[in-house]
T-cell receptor, first 114, second 113 residues
Framework: GQQLNQSPQSMFIQEGEDVSMNCTSSSIFNTWLWYKQDPGEGPVLLIA?????ELTSNGRLTAQFGITRKDSFLNISASIPSDVGIYFCAGRSPGSGNTGKLIFGQGTTLQVKP | ETGVTQSPTHLIKTRGQQVTLRCSSQSGHNTVSWYQQALGQGPQFIFQ???????GRGNFPPRFSGLQFPNYSSELNVNALELDDSALYLCASSFGTGYYGYTFGSGTRLTVV
């Protein structure tokens, strides 16, 4: 089945540093979503992307929908301690129709050192 | 506006038993999806319910079944529990097919012993 490869698997950075993570797929997607999950909670939507090449920002977060429709990246600028958590990419393929099926990456665990 | 609520938050069951998990969708949402999240993994799509009917299913056996009620709340039922069913079960609601994304609940942590 379809899989998303998300990298890096984990990051340990200093407060104030910028962060970059990405997701790649062997097949195309028509929607890319980025979620953050805190311990004991469900994923929370950060950014949604709907068109190839689209670049969208949400505060210190910026995400892009790759031109090939097979990848996406998420950047976090000037990281702060509350950025700690697990970040997931998720994609919806053209074949999912109206099922609403999302395919998730394995997650990137971010730790920020004050 | 209330978010997605799930119950119970934690559950311990014995292998072979049956379990029912419950989900109340966010106000204004008419579609519910269920996901299974194993430890250290991303969520895996189980199925989606729209207008009280299953509207898409992932790679899960028939012992995973569900219901959606007229008020859009939903249940996930798992029969003949196996040890590998131990996971966080997430409910997500949306309006329509979720074009604008899904709102997830905090999940039910199921442990099968």
């Amino acid at each position: 089945g379809q899989q998303l490869n998300q990298s890096p698997q984990s990051m340990f950075i200093q407060e104030g540093e910028d962060v970059s993570m990405n997701c790649t797929s062997s097949s195309i997607f028509n929607t890319w979503l980025w979620y953050k999950q805190d311990p004991g909670e469900g994923p929370v939507l950060l950014i949604a992307l709907y068109k190839a090449g689209e670049l969208t920002s949400n505060g210190r977060l910026t995400a892009q929908f790759g031109i090939t429709r097979k990848d996406s990246f998420l950047n976090i600028s000037a990281s702060i301690p509350s950025d700690v958590g697990i970040y997931f990419c998720a994609g919806r393929s053209p074949g999912s129709g109206n099922t609403g099926k999302l395919i998730f990456g394995q997650g990137t665990t971010l730790q920020v050192k004050p | 506006e209330t978010g997605v609520t799930q119950s119970p938050t934690h559950l311990i069951k014995t292998r072979g038993q049956q379990v029912t998990l419950r989900c109340s969708s966010q106000s204004g949402h008419n579609t519910v999806s269920w996901y299974q999240q194993a430890l250290g993994q991303g969520p895996q799509f189980i199925f989606q319910y729209y207008r009280e009917e299953e509207n898409g299913r992932g790679n899960f056996p028939p012992r995973f079944s569900g219901l959606q009620f007229p008020n859009y709340s939903s249940e996930l039922n798992v029969n003949a529990l196996e040890l590998d069913d131990s996971a966080l079960y997430l409910c997500a609601s949306s309006f329509g097919t979720g074009y604008y994304g899904y709102t997830f609940g905090s999940g039910t942590r199921l442990t099968v012993v």
